[in-house]
C-alpha cells in the first residue's frame, strides 16, 4: 500500500497518510508573537485544517504528544485543549515540558489519527 505525503519538505512532510492512518508532524504556531493561549489555538487550528484535507478530524485522533516550553503554560493550553477537544472523544495523550527549535515557539503538538470510513 502507498504512502501519501503532503507538504514535502527536503526534511519532512507535515502530513503521510498510508493504510488508513494519518501521521503529523509537530505543528507549530506561524505567529510566535502569541502567548500560549493563542499559540495553542493557531496550532490546534492547523491539525484540524490537515486533519480534514486526509478525511480525518478531532474526533478521530489515535494519540498525542504535546511539547510545551514550560510547564508553567500546562493550564493555560489545557483550558484551550478542553474547549477544542470533542467530549468523549479525548485521545491517548503525553504532554512534556520541552526545549523547542525556536526560543519563541511555546507548543508544538503531534497527532495520529484514523481516516473516516469511505
Given at each position: 500500500?502507498?504512502?501519501?505525503?503532503?507538504?514535502?519538505e527536503?526534511?519532512?512532510?507535515?502530513?503521510?497518510?498510508?493504510?488508513?492512518?494519518?501521521?503529523?508532524?509537530?505543528?507549530?504556531?506561524?505567529?510566535?508573537?502569541?502567548?500560549?493561549?493563542?499559540?495553542?489555538?493557531?496550532?490546534?487550528?492547523?491539525?484540524?485544517?490537515?486533519?480534514?484535507?486526509?478525511?480525518?478530524?478531532?474526533?478521530?485522533?489515535?494519540?498525542?504528544?504535546?511539547?510545551?516550553?514550560?510547564?508553567?503554560?500546562?493550564?493555560?493550553?489545557?483550558?484551550?485543549?478542553?474547549?477544542?477537544?470533542?467530549?468523549?472523544?479525548?485521545?491517548?495523550?503525553?504532554?512534556?515540558?520541552?526545549?523547542?527549535?525556536?526560543?519563541?515557539?511555546?507548543?508544538?503538538?503531534v497527532?495520529?489519527?484514523?481516516?473516516?470510513?469511505?
Amino acid at each position: 500500500m502507498a504512502v501519501q505525503r503532503f507538504y514535502v519538505e527536503r526534511r519532512w512532510s507535515d502530513m503521510a497518510v498510508h493504510n488508513g492512518t494519518v501521521y503529523l508532524a509537530g505543528q507549530v504556531s506561524e505567529d510566535r508573537t502569541q502567548d500560549i493561549t493563542g499559540q495553542t489555538r493557531e496550532v490546534l487550528g492547523h491539525i484540524d485544517r490537515l486533519l480534514a484535507e486526509a478525511n480525518s478530524d478531532k474526533s478521530l485522533i489515535l494519540t498525542c504528544q504535546i511539547y510545551i516550553a514550560d510547564m508553567k503554560y500546562f493550564g493555560e493550553m489545557n483550558q484551550v485543549w478542553d474547549e477544542w477537544v470533542p467530549a468523549g472523544n479525548a485521545p491517548p495523550r503525553a504532554t512534556v515540558q520541552a526545549l523547542l527549535a525556536d526560543p519563541a515557539m511555546l507548543i508544538e503538538i503531534v497527532v495520529t489519527a484514523a481516516q473516516r470510513d469511505r
